[in-house]
């Protein structure tokens, strides 16, 4: 193989990656359960699966594999895919966090405002000030310091503590 050929040829690779990366497939949970995980890991960088139901999100926090959509979910965090989970609101008071705040997933609520999963015991100013507007999930016994819920208010950040 000449040199001009194996230009092309990593050309071409490259080429295919820098599209790939770029490229967000966007799934419900029934979709996910019917979808083929090997064809979108290897069309799509990111998956954003709206619509998660409770039942998923207890397997994903119990690590089932037992239904399908949990299956592709942990199989294509395996092959190093962003995953966001689009879930409503009101769910959150209802998601096991300190399973699910250990998966690399991206969260958001319905209108796409982005949520975070604290689950340390303390919200201090420093886990505040890195993020921007959205909802901030913290668990029951959390403590927020003063300059923690200032700053929150000030960048638009809704804290909501699980009960």
């Known amino acids: 193989m000449n040199n001009m050929l194996m230009q092309r040829i990593v050309d071409e690779v490259i080429l295919r990656l820098e599209q790939r ?13 019917e ?53 409503q609101s009101h769910f959150l008071n209802a998601i096991k966090l300190q399973a699910l705040t250990r998966l690399p997933l991206t969260w958001c609520d319905e209108q796409g405002q982005p949520i975070y999963l604290h689950h340390n015991r303390l919200l201090s ?24 819920r200032e700053a929150a208010i000030t960048r638009n950040i809704q804290l909501i503590r699980q009960e």
């Open 125 to 148: 100013y420093a886990d505040i000030a890195q993020r921007c507007a959205g909802i901030v999930v913290l668990q029951r016994k959390c403590c927020v310091t003063a300059l923690a």
């Open 35 to 87: 979808a083929s995980v090997h064809e979108i890991v290897h069309q799509y960088a990111s998956l954003q699966i709206r619509y998660v139901d409770l039942l998923l999100l207890r397997q994903l926090a119990d690590n089932e594999t037992s239904d399908h959509a949990a299956l592709h979910i942990h199989e294509a965090l395996g092959w190093g895919m962003h995953i966001q989970l689009s879930l």
């Open 21 to 33: 990366a770029k490229k967000t497939l966007t799934l419900t949970v029934s979709q996910l359960r």
